[in-house]
């Protein structure tokens, strides 16, 4: 097992100083407040003494009060339309009154009456309660309700004025006939005047309760923070967070600003370094995760120029998408948590939005093999929102439920879960631009009905069938040390593709009868059997297999010899000295997925040969080909630990005894069975 080598050359270095630069440049350089302080707990600094002048803001609860008493105060506006009544006397004076004319006069000053005061229409007869503007001849007068008449109230006024005129008559019948066409809302309602007029009185409630002036102590150390002196501190550190300006040198602010941005670049290249040393040397790996990581550094220092609030609209939970595509759990999980420190550092709420949104990136992380895609992708935004969700409910019950029912910040999480889903499709364009495969390209890589997949399976059955044990037993040992899975399953599958090329060298494959090594020396049949990783390669090329499979290919024999033939060559009296034809030229294992499928290609491979299937047998095989592939320097330029090493020989053992277990044997039946 290799140790850690500390990256040299220019091409790891200078993408650093790129991020450092850009970093220093777009941090925020106005002041931040230095203070953290919660209700309910005591304040824990100096006394703190106003600066300056500034303005108590009124609570969200104090502020919504008042708008909506200012709307509900709102007085409807009616315009008076004198064409109605002239309209209604010319009906009176044109009506058949017959018998009854006697009454004409008197209904009309009764009719004068009631269009003088005015008449509410339908509509607004029910909903109006104490004073409406009326508007005559362009002025208005505040008139109380009570003063106007609904269309029944002037009715009645004008059937008491026909019966007091003629007291004998039958006056419901005369109404009917003659006076029912008389009566209509001579008040129209101005919406445009009183939407107007609710506005103007909405822009009058003021967001302040009061003016504190400066030299006054806000708070004294020790003291209880309550909620009124939360409100008081809250408004001292909006007005210094959005008005006070920097009044110290400038190059020490600059100078700040670079050190900050120097310790977040070393955090993340030194986590690399720790994590998974080898992305230095896949220079497009590398460049994708500091693109990552600088897009959610970049996004969290120019939402606290732009709108603090927005903080919790921000799909930072993208960032696990993008990078679970191309890497490991345990890589993608430090890489997102040191990409939240710039909104740890910025954002006025910072430790609540960081809590928030690692807890839905860890839900990510582990749901995301589940429900990666199609419709299933939304089952993760959903799973990813209740996550956050939660966690931001918690932080309400700890400030004793205050902000619980502010549904702007939870609507607000939700579009952020839902925005990472929308993004994810980025990931084909990234793909090609950085050149990577993607977890979605190898699952797609291992499907057996792939061109080359089913030409190994024509050609080379026994090959096909080997290679498919290969890919369980590594996927079972990946897992058990969150290795790239999609990676090792997909490799499992190709690594052989070259003995398409001759498939009847190798014992799997061999036709009954038929001996291929019949005739050739020792060192021909080795040069046959270490001919298929070069064959492989050729082969990997022509389907346009991507880099990091060919380099499976070229690693799952390492630098080892074709023992069979080396030791029957050398039994045979060959020359000690002149063996390196029996060896293949290849390289040796670098990653660990490329560990895990160098010894399951050979345990698998092995097991095939066993008369004994028992756990101590099994046991011994697995020993002997992993200390002898360490022995001989197979691992030693892996990033594999040893650790990881015996974690893996232990699944291997426990597969291979579950899939070479014995059966139950089946009494002989000796009489025939009735149905």
């Given at each position: 097992m290799?140790?850690?080598?500390?990256?040299?050359?220019?091409?790891?270095?200078?993408?650093?100083?790129?991020?450092?630069?850009?970093?220093?440049?777009?941090?925020?350089?106005?002041?931040?407040?230095q203070?953290?302080?919660?209700?309910?707990?005591?304040?824990?600094?100096?006394?703190?003494?106003?600066?300056?002048?500034?303005?108590?803001?009124k609570?969200?609860?104090?502020?919504?009060?008042?708008?909506?008493?200012?709307?509900?105060?709102v007085?409807?506006?009616?315009?008076?339309?004198?064409?109605?009544?002239?309209?209604?006397?010319?009906?009176?004076?044109?009506?058949?009154?017959?018998?009854?004319?006697?009454?004409?006069?008197?209904?009309n000053?009764?009719?004068?009456?009631?269009?003088?005061?005015?008449?509410?229409?339908?509509?607004?007869?029910?909903?109006?309660?104490?004073?409406?503007?009326?508007?005559?001849?362009?002025?208005?007068?505040k008139?109380?309700v009570?003063?106007?008449?609904?269309?029944?109230?002037?009715?009645?006024?004008?059937?008491?004025?026909l019966a007091?005129?003629?007291?004998?008559?039958?006056?419901?019948?005369?109404?009917?006939?003659?006076?029912?066409?008389?009566?209509?809302?001579?008040?129209?309602?101005?919406?445009?005047?009183?939407?107007?007029?609710?506005?103007?009185?909405?822009?009058l409630?003021?967001?302040?309760?009061?003016?504190?002036k400066?030299?006054q102590?806000?708070?004294?150390?020790?003291?209880?923070?309550?909620?009124?002196?939360?409100?008081?501190?809250?408004?001292?550190?909006?007005?210094?967070?959005?008005?006070?300006?920097?009044?110290?040198?400038?190059?020490?602010?600059?100078?700040?600003n670079?050190?900050?941005?120097?310790?977040?670049?070393?955090?993340?290249?030194?986590?690399i370094?720790?994590?998974?040393?080898?992305?230095?040397?896949?220079?497009?790996k590398?460049?994708?995760?500091?693109?990552?990581?600088?897009?959610?550094?970049?996004?969290?220092?120019?939402?606290?120029?732009?709108?603090?609030?927005?903080?919790?609209?921000?799909?930072?939970?993208?960032?696990?998408?993008?990078?679970?595509?191309?890497?490991?759990?345990?890589?993608?999980?430090?890489?997102?948590?040191?990409?939240?420190?710039?909104?740890?550092?910025?954002?006025?709420?910072?430790?609540?939005?960081?809590?928030?949104?690692?807890?839905?990136?860890?839900?990510?992380?582990?749901?995301?093999?589940?429900?990666?895609?199609?419709?299933?992708?939304?089952?993760?935004?959903?799973?990813?929102?209740?996550?956050?969700?939660?966690?931001?409910?918690?932080f309400?019950?700890?400030?004793?439920?205050?902000?619980?029912?502010?549904i702007?910040?939870?609507?607000?999480?939700?579009?952020?879960a839902?925005l990472?889903?929308?993004?994810?499709?980025?990931?084909?364009?990234?793909?090609?631009?950085?050149?990577?495969?993607?977890?979605?390209?190898?699952?797609?890589?291992?499907?057996?009905?792939?061109?080359?997949?089913?030409?190994?399976?024509d050609?080379?059955?026994?090959?096909?069938?080997?290679?498919?044990?290969?890919?369980?037993?590594?996927?079972?040992?990946?897992?058990?040390?969150d290795?790239?899975?999609?990676?090792?399953?997909?490799?499992?599958?190709?690594?052989?593709?070259?003995?398409?090329?001759?498939?009847?060298?190798?014992?799997?494959?061999?036709?009954?009868?038929?001996?291929?090594?019949?005739?050739?020396?020792?060192?021909?049949?080795?040069?046959?059997?270490?001919?298929?990783?070069?064959?492989?390669?050729?082969?990997?090329?022509k389907?346009?297999?991507?880099?990091?499979?060919?380099?499976?290919?070229?690693?799952?024999?390492?630098?080892?010899?074709?023992?069979?033939?080396?030791?029957?060559?050398?039994?045979?009296?060959?020359?000690?000295?002149?063996?390196?034809?029996?060896?293949?030229?290849?390289?040796?294992?670098?990653?660990?997925?490329?560990?895990?499928?160098?010894?399951?290609?050979?345990?698998?491979?092995?097991?095939?040969?066993?008369?004994?299937?028992?756990?101590?047998?099994?046991?011994?095989?697995?020993?002997?080909?992993?200390?002898?592939?360490?022995?001989?320097?197979?691992?030693?330029?892996?990033?594999?630990?040893?650790?990881?090493?015996?974690?893996?020989?232990?699944?291997?053992?426990?597969?291979?005894?579950?899939?070479?277990?014995?059966?139950?044997?089946?009494?002989?039946?000796?009489?025939?069975?009735?149905?």
């Amino acid at each position: 097992m290799e140790k850690s080598r500390f990256p040299r050359g220019y091409k790891v270095y200078l993408p650093l100083v790129a991020l450092f630069v850009l970093l220093t440049l777009v941090m925020p350089r106005s002041p931040k407040f230095q203070y953290d302080y919660k209700k309910g707990a005591p304040w824990m600094y100096e006394d703190l003494v106003s600066e300056f002048d500034f303005p108590l803001l009124k609570s969200e609860e104090q502020l919504k009060s008042d708008l909506q008493k200012a709307g509900s105060s709102v007085i409807p506006v009616f315009r008076y339309d004198p064409s109605v009544f002239q309209s209604a006397q010319s009906a009176l004076a044109s009506a058949e009154l017959g018998k009854y004319s006697s009454a004409r006069p008197a209904l009309n000053v009764a009719l004068q009456d009631i269009y003088s005061k005015g008449i509410l229409p339908a509509s607004h007869q029910s909903d109006i309660v104490g004073f409406v503007y009326v508007q005559r001849d362009m002025r208005a007068a505040k008139v109380p309700v009570e003063e106007l008449y609904t269309i029944a109230e002037a009715e009645d006024a004008l059937r008491s004025s026909l019966a007091s005129v003629l007291p004998e008559a039958p006056v419901d019948s005369i109404y009917n006939a003659f006076l029912a066409p008389l009566v209509s809302s001579d008040l129209v309602f101005d919406q445009q005047v009183t939407d107007l007029i609710h506005e103007e009185n909405v822009a009058l409630v003021s967001p302040t309760l009061g003016i504190i002036k400066a030299g006054q102590t806000l708070v004294s150390k020790g003291e209880l923070v309550t909620a009124d002196l939360e409100l008081l501190l809250d408004s001292y550190k909006k007005e210094y967070e959005a008005n006070v300006g920097y009044d110290g040198p400038e190059f020490l602010q600059w100078l700040g600003n670079a050190l900050i941005a120097l310790f977040l670049v070393l955090i993340l290249f030194f986590s690399i370094y720790f994590c998974n040393y080898h992305i230095f040397e896949q220079f497009n790996k590398y460049l994708y995760i500091l693109l990552v990581f600088t897009l959610s550094a970049v996004s969290s220092f120019l939402v606290v120029e732009i709108e603090p609030a927005y903080f919790y609209m921000i799909p930072f939970t993208l960032i696990v998408l993008y990078l679970l595509a191309f890497f490991t759990r345990r890589l993608v999980l430090l890489v997102y948590l040191i990409s939240l420190l710039p909104m740890l550092i910025a954002a006025p709420d910072g430790v609540e939005l960081f809590f928030i949104y690692l807890a839905g990136g860890i839900a990510a992380i582990y749901v995301f093999d589940y429900f990666n895609k199609g419709w299933l992708q939304f089952v993760l935004a959903l799973v990813t929102f209740a996550v956050m969700a939660v966690v931001w409910g918690a932080f309400r019950l700890a400030d004793g439920m205050e902000g619980m029912m502010n549904i702007r910040q939870l609507w607000q999480l939700s579009l952020a879960a839902f925005l990472a889903v929308a993004g994810y499709p980025l990931i084909y364009l990234f793909e090609k631009i950085f050149m990577l495969v993607s977890s979605s390209k190898l699952v797609e890589l291992s499907d057996t009905s792939r061109p080359l997949l089913r030409l190994l399976a024509d050609k080379a059955p026994g090959t096909f069938q080997h290679s498919l044990q290969v890919m369980n037993l590594a996927d079972a040992a990946a897992r058990s040390i969150d290795a790239n899975i999609p990676l090792i399953r997909a490799a499992a599958l190709y690594h052989d593709v070259g003995k398409i090329a001759n498939p009847q060298c190798f014992t799997e494959n061999e036709t009954p009868g038929v001996k291929f090594h019949e005739g050739l020396s020792p060192k021909e049949s080795a040069q046959e059997i270490i001919r298929h990783v070069s064959d492989g390669l050729a082969m990997a090329d022509k389907y346009g297999l991507p880099d990091v499979l060919k380099d499976f290919i070229r690693s799952h024999h390492g630098t080892t010899a074709t023992g069979y033939f080396l030791n029957q060559y050398l039994n045979d009296g060959g020359n000690p000295d002149e063996v390196s034809e029996f060896y293949y030229n290849g390289v040796k294992p670098s990653t660990k997925e490329e560990v895990i499928l160098m010894l399951c290609d050979a345990v698998e491979a092995a097991s095939r040969s066993l008369k004994d299937y028992s756990p101590a047998s099994i046991e011994g095989l697995v020993d002997r080909i992993i200390d002898g592939k360490a022995d001989d320097g197979q691992l030693s330029d892996s990033d594999i630990s040893l650790r990881e090493v015996n974690v893996v020989r232990q699944v291997m053992k426990a597969y291979l005894q579950q899939m070479y277990h014995s059966r139950v044997s089946y009494p002989k039946r000796k009489e025939k069975a009735g149905k």
